[in-house]
């Protein structure tokens, strides 16, 4: 299955953006321009559905594989120790209450992010095309083993893991926009209608 995927399009009061709106809207463009080139990358076993509510999906790299990969993932040494009480992934897809409270924090889809790592469930993907593509190559007797023995060796490389948009502790991505050379994200102190404080990150204008 191929996925065309798409960022989010912000429409204001009359179809009218903000120079807020805009904003958000180049760094959706970017966050999914970044998740595609990284589920190339890192050759992530897409999901079959979309998650709801506050559901996220995140493609979880083992230990060995993100070492073998190298600088490559970009992700803080701590966590990519085998020691550590930390996982890390690629987030793929988050359910719409997922999104908003994500994006409030100033996380996209794409992000490499950090999570405890026993948490999650696992979610097991059948690389169906695969499977067809050698069983039309070496025969059908051959081609379970052989098409198994790519499912696992890929699932043992990653994992996707259905979890919580609040299990997620960390993204990388984000300090580089809060804190790089060219930010394009701030933190804001505000409140709410009935007067308590709000903090919430948001777009640099």
Not at 133 to 154: N, P, Q, S, Y
Request: charged share 25%; proline share 6%.
């Amino acid at each position: 299955m191929k996925l065309h995927l798409r960022p989010p399009v912000t429409v204001g009061p009359a179809n009218r953006l903000s120079p807020e709106d805009a904003a958000w809207d180049r760094l959706y463009a970017e966050a999914y321009e970044r998740l595609d080139r990284r589920l190339v990358e890192h050759n992530v076993i897409l999901p079959e559905a979309f998650p709801s509510q506050d559901i996220v999906i995140v493609a979880r790299f083992e230990y060995d594989y993100a070492r073998a990969t190298g600088s490559k993932l970009h992700l803080p040494q701590t966590a990519m120790s085998p020691e550590s009480p930390y996982s890390v992934g690629l987030l793929i897809f988050a359910g719409m209450e997922a999104s908003d409270v994500l994006e409030s924090h100033g996380t996209f889809v794409g992000d490499y992010v950090t999570f405890a790592r026993f948490a999650g469930e696992e979610y097991v993907v059948e690389r169906i095309q695969e499977a067809i593509a050698t069983t039309k190559k070496v025969g059908r007797l051959a081609a379970t083993g052989e098409a198994r023995a790519i499912r696992d060796e890929a699932m043992s490389k990653q994992k996707l893991l259905k979890l919580k948009a609040p299990e997620l502790h960390e993204s990388v991505d984000l300090l580089e926009r809060l804190c790089g050379a060219t930010p394009t994200m701030r933190h804001v102190r505000t409140v709410t209608a009935a007067g308590d404080p709000l903090h919430v990150i948001k777009p640099i204008l």
